[in-house]
């Protein structure tokens, strides 16, 4: 069976994003795994715009309709996360799920990703537009990533899991995605440090 399994957007992106992974354990679980699909921006035919309530106190259409395109997307990657442990080998329970558990997830979806991340004996590392392809492999992009793991944090909590024991908040997988951050921006050539709003120029009262 053949599969594909494209990358976790940036919040920042805008583009559809339809994933369809399957669990690796063996070639008899790979052919009888079903595909999950998750997709951030669901497509005009599968939802309708909300319609605008008359109250002025009522949210807008927009920020409704962001609203439930995360609450989707998250049920999605929640899902999918659920299907990942009960083809784990040995199956795993959430209830004993631990940040490791979460850090073989997020490296199993690597194989699956549309970054190209520069290898430190590419010609083309640090380079944020190279002028040609090269050999180096495809990950998932650390922004992806981050919101996944965001996510996913608060649909383990919705869903009934304790803050204090919550996988997705472990201290090891922060600072993977801490490295993974790290490791991208030199890789790429980018930097992902927020900008800085610029404050407008005070101007001295005039004197009287």
Known sequence: MNSSFQEFESPNSTKDIIIHPIIPDSAATIASTTSIMMTMI???????????SSSPSSSSPLS???????????????????????????????????????LEFLRYLDQFGKTKVHTQLCPFFGHPQPPSPCPCPLRQAWGSLDALIGRLRAA??????????????????????????????????????????????QHPPPNH
């Open 156 to 201: 383990f909590e919705e869903n009934g899991g304790k803050a204090e024991a919550n996988p997705f908040g472990a201290r090891a997988v922060r600072l993977y995605l801490r490295e993974v951050r790290d490791s991208q921006a030199k890789a790429r050539g980018i930097s992902y440090e927020k900008k800085k709003r610029k404050r407008p120029p």
């Open 64 to 102: 409704t309709t962001t609203s439930s395109r995360y609450e989707n997307q998250k049920r999605r990657d929640w899902n999918t996360f659920g299907q990942y442990l009960r083809n784990h080998r040995p199956p795993l329970s959430l209830s004993r799920c631990s940040g490791a558990h979460v």
């Open 42 to 52: 669901p497509s005009s035919s599968s939802s309708s715009p909300p319609t605008p």
